[in-house]
């Protein structure tokens, strides 16, 4: 299975862009890259998922590297609220998500 | 609110009992899948549902574990003759799935926590 590797943590401070990053070397032409966080005693959330080209919502931008080895996920302003592990995820041409550790993303005001 | 529930929230057992947890998907979605989560790991996959059918199993889903989906809406899952290995998070979540599953999105229920004394 392709596998991702992300930072243990990370730290930020309060109202200033956040880059996480996560390579995938062994990624396949047809695997998306999807970022999902979770905060503190709840599920999973999704954030935002894309292919090859850059991607903008109204959460993040993900930043995906030409050769598709290695993605960045941009939070623009972080906020306390977005304090959360983050995980990036290889969606295969499967059904089920694999998650690994994610990146612990802490906050300061 | 029209997300994925979860009940119980929360469940303290002794070895040996069974227990059941349910989820109810959001009520559209034809797929539902189950997750574990122990302390400071991401969710592991353990078992998927397209509506009714149970579609795949994961190795770490052993012969006590077992999962429904009736009528391809609520789902449960019964863990038999618990062992304090069983203790995690389990998570429940369900998507509107394309063929494929490539971009779909899952939407997470806040988990029933599971702890085996």
């Known amino acids: 299975d392709a596998k991702t590797t992300q930072p243990n943590s990370m730290e930020s401070n309060e109202e200033e862009p956040v880059h996480l990053p996560c390579n995938h070397s062994t990624i396949s032409g047809t695997d998306y890259i999807h970022w999902y966080r979770q905060l503190p005693s709840q599920g999973p959330e999704y954030v935002i998922h894309?292919?090859?080209s850059n991607v903008n919502n109204r959460m993040a931008s993900l930043a995906i590297a030409e050769d598709r080895k290695s993605s960045t996920l941009i939070l623009h302003r972080a906020t306390l609220r977005d304090a959360a592990v983050y995980y990036c995820i290889l969606r295969l041409n499967n059904n089920d998500m694999r998650f690994g550790a994610g990146t612990r993303l802490t906050v300061k005001p | 609110d029209t997300g994925v529930s979860q009940n119980p929230r929360h469940k303290i057992t002794k070895r040996g009992q069974n227990v059941t947890f349910r989820c109810d998907p959001i009520s559209e979605h034809n797929r539902l899948y189950w997750y574990r989560q122990t302390l400071g790991q991401g969710p592991e996959f353990l078992t998927y549902?397209?509506?009714?059918?149970?579609?795949?199993k994961s190795r770490l889903l052993s012969d006590r574990f077992s999962a429904e989906r009736p009528k391809g809406s609520f789902s449960t899952l019964e863990i038999q003759r618990t062992e304090q290995g069983d203790s995690a998070m389990y998570l429940c979540a369900s998507s509107l799935g394309e063929s494929g599953g490539r971009q779909e999105t899952q939407y997470f229920g806040p988990g029933t926590r599971l702890l085996v004394l």
């Open positions: 894309g292919l090859t």
């Open positions: 549902f397209q509506n009714e059918a149970q579609l795949e």
